[in-house]
């Protein structure tokens, strides 16, 4: 018997006594099990879009700052470690990929395979989140989060020894010339006072802690569903379940690979650009 | 949401053969990223067509879309399409900002 037909049955079996277990598949409100589940797809869409445009609105901000100072934010960036953004970004992709695995084994009702892949999943998840702990102390250390002991000082050294800023001084007022270094000689195509390189680079940092900080709020949320949906297999494993609802994997599954998407962006845009 | 709500399972290699497109394209980026003398603009456009390469390889293959219902390309061509005129929208304002005639978005 198929799985579609087993799901069938079970549903048949469930409606016909008139009773609705508690682990019954098909909830009272559906006619059918394809409808049920059309209308679980379609919620979760529907919050997807919601979600893309929560993020949308963010990078929304955040292109039109980078936009307006480009070199400030040129500067801010190398403060960030492409290393751990690439290995982050690796991890992300593979747990996406161990998650299409689970949703795969869900649906095949293969419970111990399935809380395999989304123990993977909740895994590569926590290394995830044990780098971005590495990464934000770093920049905690360095005086780089945007609250009250923020200091531009560790941007301003860095660009200095890159040649791509200069001190310079005029009528007893400093200025920083932000520019380019080639062959020994410095072409300046910026001039900021210190408090506004300060302001403009702070404002960066607002952004990478606001986008990525939400980012891997979604990700800790993610774990937490992930955790539940293993304990959920490994009962259903033990029970020796024939067949298991595996629309809540697949909804999850929906969820974590948005949470994939919105760090496709992140990375490039945060990290890499402007190098 | 393959044929209405029917479970659908597809074989492992798709999954397997989008991995593989999502790492190529993951050392693409930061390569294309570390190359000398490319204009931030121009480097801005190559990390954006890569990640949209992605996201929407991400979208097809591992969220079903390619083999969804007409309903669900709906909803997954709406949000991109909304953030959009988002995008659109916002840019044409700040851009526009200095045209006007009197002290507004400041240079």
């Known amino acids: ?3 579609q037909e087993l799901q069938k049955t079970a549903t048949l079996e469930h409606t016909a006594d008139g009773h609705h277990h508690s ?11 394809e409808q049920q589940n059309t209308s679980y797809l379609i919620g979760m869409w529907a919050f997807i879009v919601q979600e893309v445009l929560f993020f949308g609105a963010i990078f929304t901000a955040y292109a039109i700052y980078r936009f307006k100072y480009v070199l400030e934010f040129t500067l801010a960036h190398h403060e960030l470690s492409v290393p751990i953004g690439t290995l982050n970004t690796f991890v992300l992709l593979f747990s996406s990929y161990t998650m299409a695995r689970a949703v795969r084994a869900a649906m095949q009702n293969r419970h111990k395979k399935q809380a395999f892949y989304l123990f993977l999943t909740f ?3 926590g290394v995830f989140m044990v780098n971005k702990y590495f990464e ?3 920049k905690f250390e360095h005086h780089l ?3 009250g002991d923020y200091s531009a000082h560790a941007v301003v050294e860095h660009a200095q020894k890159m040649g791509e800023l200069r001190e310079v001084e005029e009528n007893g007022q400093k200025f920083y010339e932000l520019g380019k270094t080639r062959d020994g000689q ?12 300060e ?8 952004f990478y802690f606001v986008m990525t900080g939400l980012h891997g709020l979604h990700v800790l949320i993610g774990m937490i569903i992930i955790g539940i949906l293993i304990g959920r297999a490994l009962i259903d494993h033990a029970k020796n379940k024939p067949v298991a609802d595996f629309m809540p994997v697949e909804m999850t599954g929906l969820y974590w690979h948005l949470v994939d998407i919105v760090w496709i962006f992140l990375f490039p845009l945060l990290y890499l650009i402007g190098r | 949401m393959a044929g209405h709500g029917e479970s659908h399972v597809h074989p492992v290699s798709l999954y397997t053969r989008t991995l593989w497109w999502l790492m190529a394209l993951l050392v693409a980026t930061v390569v294309a990223g570390y190359i000398p003398n490319v204009p931030n603009w121009l480097g801005v456009v190559i990390a954006l067509t890569i990640a949209v390469w992605k996201a929407t390889i991400v979208i097809m293959n591992f969220m ?13 061509g709406a949000g991109f399409f909304w953030l959009l005129i988002m995008l659109a929208f916002a840019f044409a304002d700040y851009v526009s900002r200095p045209w006007e005639p009197f002290n507004g978005w400041p240079e």
Do not use: C, N
Not at chain 1, 187 to 196: I, L, N, S, Y
């Open chain 2, 64 to 76: 079903h879309v390619r083999y969804s219902g007409k309903l669900a390309w709906l909803f997954a």
């Open chain 1, 199 to 206: 302001q403009r680079t702070r404002l960066f940092f607002g």
């Open chain 1, 145 to 147: 989060f945007p609250g």
């Open chain 1, 136 to 138: 934000y102390s770093a």
């Open chain 1, 1 to 3: 018997m198929s799985v």
């Open chain 1, 23 to 33: 682990d019954g598949i098909l909830g009272e409100q559906f006619e059918t099990l």
């Open chain 1, 186 to 197: 410095f072409t300046a195509f910026k001039r900021v006072t210190p408090q506004e390189f």
């Open chain 1, 123 to 125: 895994l590569f998840a």
